[in-house]
């Protein structure tokens, strides 16, 4: 089929990225030293996510009192909490992950439809219309799939570049013009229990943990940013597909029920449709439960952006060294990133299933029989579930939670400014 070949070219880039970290797209078993690597990676992983959130919580009560210090150990703090929470479950639903990986990024889920499996096997010309629509939806969402993919990763994988060229650019100026009283930036600094600004030795090995600690930050927001959105992408098709059969399942049934078909037989064909469409809405929404498990991945991606936005404003405030202001701004920028994706899927598929009910209600009813009407009222009654998407109940997956969290944070900021000030 045209669209699983589309979709197969299309994650490749998807496949090979994953094939590196916590989970495994396929389901094909890596080699051993690839195994061995992961496995060790794992838990390297949650020692140190264990750690850091210790040690930043010490570091920011030994230093109460200094602003500076202290706000850098939170936003630390934060970013590490968001960071361990998405790798936690990417570990403990690493079986889920497969299967929404499987089931929407390497197959056409509207082949579980059999009237669309059908469509798209047969390729019949009287199909033809509803072929392109299908194929063209296809190319449109895989691009936006695409478009996931190349802008949350360097946005990503760009700010965490900048976190290690700020020290690595530190070492080599005070390597070769030896200042006097230059600070040693690490940005983001963890408390480590040495002072690492007194020796190069220990400065360079605490850089070497934060290459790694860059790389783990890299896969905890990459893997389950890109999933999340490249599924909901597609899950968003499945109801934009729906409402195209739903809209048109007269003239679909007219051309499956053959020429010189009896009214009957028309109304027969337009059941199963409708009995098709059903159970496919159904599946549907046990999938979107699958996401909706999810929650505290959402709240703790709300939660700690709330906080990270307001601290990295605060620290921009009050920084003057170029170098930790570009990373702080690309902070900014992935963190906005990271949300838009939550939120603006969550709209749209809301809107979409919103759709659904909407097209039902316009499906002309009066004058076909009793057994076609009861079909569409189970249809309207399936329409009005929609597909919503929550944070464990605190926040909805939308737009206005988007503005909202950004208000939350200019208030956060606003308090922080003014504590700061009372100290001084």
Request: hydrophobic share 45%.
């Amino acid at each position: 089929m045209i669209c699983q070949e589309k979709m197969d070219t299309a994650m490749i880039p998807l496949q090979r990225v994953l094939s590196l970290g916590l989970i495994w797209p396929t389901e094909i078993k890596p080699d051993r030293t690839v195994y061995l690597a992961n496995f060790f990676y794992r838990w390297y992983s949650i020692a140190f996510y264990f750690l850091v959130p210790i040690m930043e919580t010490s570091y920011a009560i030994q230093h109460i009192n200094d602003m500076r210090e202290c706000t850098e150990a939170a936003c630390t703090l934060f970013t590490a909490i968001v960071v361990e929470v998405k790798l936690f479950y990417l570990l403990i639903y690493q079986e889920t992950l497969k299967y929404l990986i499987r089931t929407h990024l390497q197959k056409d889920y509207t082949t579980h439809m059999p009237f669309l499996h059908k469509v798209q096997q047969f390729k019949d010309e009287k199909f033809s219309e509803l072929n392109a629509y299908l194929e063209d939806t296809m190319d449109k969402d895989l691009k936006q799939c695409r478009l996931l993919f190349i802008s949350l990763v360097p946005s990503v994988v760009g700010t965490l570049i900048l976190y290690q060229m700020v020290p690595a650019l530190t070492m080599w100026y005070t390597s070769v013009y030896n200042p006097d009283n230059y600070e040693l930036l690490l940005p983001f600094r963890f408390a480590l229990p040495f002072d690492y600004e007194d020796s190069t030795a220990l400065y360079t090995f605490a850089y070497s943990i934060h290459i790694m600690a860059g790389w783990l930050t890299g896969h905890g927001f990459i893997y389950m940013d890109v999933i999340f959105g490249m599924v909901m992408v597609m899950m968003i098709r499945q109801c934009e597909v729906l409402a195209r059969v739903l809209r048109d399942q007269h003239k679909y049934a007219v051309i499956l029920a053959g020429e010189g078909a009896t009214p009957k037989q028309i109304d027969d064909q337009s059941y199963d449709l409708l009995s098709q469409w059903i159970v496919h809405y159904e599946r549907i929404l046990m999938e979107h439960s699958k996401i909706e498990a999810l929650g505290p991945v959402f709240f703790s991606q709300f939660s700690g952006a709330t906080l990270t936005i307001c601290l990295l404003a605060f620290k921009a405030d009050m920084e003057s060294h170029p170098a930790l202001l570009a990373t702080y701004f690309l902070h900014f920028v992935s963190t906005a990133v990271q949300l838009m994706i939550y939120c603006w899927y969550g709209e749209r598929l809301f809107h979409v299933g919103q759709n659904l009910a909407e097209v039902a209600y316009q499906t002309p009813w009066e004058e076909r029989s009793g057994r076609y009407q009861h079909a569409l009222r189970m249809v309207i009654r399936q329409g009005h579930r929609y597909p919503r998407l929550t944070a464990i109940g605190f926040w909805e997956l939308s737009l206005p939670t988007y503005r909202a969290i950004f208000g939350t944070a200019a208030s956060y900021y606003t308090l922080l400014q003014s504590v700061g000030e009372e100290k001084e």
